[in-house]
């Protein structure tokens, strides 16, 4: 089975959270998708011009996104207490060593459960001895998920996600993005990381292309704290739930 075969509970919420994040996302994004949400009056009368001036002149109320909005502003109205022993505080202030503080970053995690109720945080680490960072993934990128009871607990044994790469081409002033395949699973009571990227570099419209490990080198990697493997991985994901604004969605989608 292909590295990128989606789970059946996958296959079976893509289309739900779809919808969820459009009418979050708004008027553009809904519009973008024309009759999948706006059918034609009259398919056989119809044209496709008058069906654009229809479309063009229709209008989306926000409902979604305002509520949304107004949710994560009511939760975090009060700055929330962050205690942390003292040799980590710092962390705190970037903890995606790409300038966002944790408050931010419990922000956009609050926005991204609201509107699909899936969440995925990867926390890595560049080397062994570096930096710690936290690393988001939303509900269209998380693939698969396995649980099997361990020790008496559900525990984590594969996640299977979705990502874009940056590739240095031949131009030092052009970056490429290509599909990557990130593996997380745990073997023989280590944790394991895997990287598969896309067999060709220019994505195809319709055509299956095979994913093949990132580097043959070094596509693969056992994270290492304090010289010893990880006895777990650590990637939090809340259990699976119905997306929480479903029903105002389908609502909003009805005006």
Request: aromatic content about 10%; overall charge negative.
């Amino acid at each position: 089975m292909p590295v990128e075969t989606p789970s059946t509970y996958y296959e079976t919420m893509l289309p739900k959270w779809t919808r969820c994040r459009d009418a979050a996302e708004g008027s553009s994004a809904v519009k973008a998708k024309k009759t999948a949400y706006l059918p034609m009056v009259n398919v056989n009368a119809q044209s496709a011009d008058q069906y654009d001036e229809y479309l063009f002149r229709a209008m989306w109320f926000p409902a979604t996104g305002r509520t949304i909005t107004g949710l994560v502003g009511a939760v975090f109205q009060k700055p929330p207490t962050v205690k942390v022993p003292l040799a980590i505080e710092d962390h705190t202030r970037d903890i995606t060593q790409a300038g966002e503080d944790l408050e931010q970053y419990a922000r956009l995690t609050m926005v991204e459960n609201m509107t699909t109720g899936r969440y995925g945080i990867l926390v890595d680490m560049a080397a062994e001895g570096g930096i710690p960072y936290w690393l988001r993934y939303r509900a269209e990128d998380i693939l698969s998920v396995r649980r099997e009871r361990m020790k008496g607990a559900e525990t984590l044994t594969l996640v299977v996600l979705q990502e874009a790469a940056d590739l240095q081409g031949d131009d030092e002033f052009v970056t490429k993005q290509t599909d990557q395949i990130r593996v997380l699973d745990f073997v023989g009571g280590k944790y394991r990381v895997r990287l598969y990227r896309r067999k060709d570099q220019e994505k195809n419209e319709g055509e299956y292309v095979e994913f093949i490990p990132a580097n043959q080198d070094s596509h693969e990697a056992i994270p290492l704290r304090r010289g010893e493997p990880l006895p777990f991985i650590p990637f939090v994901l809340p259990d699976d739930k119905k997306p929480p604004l479903q029903d105002l969605v389908e609502v909003n989608y009805s005006h």
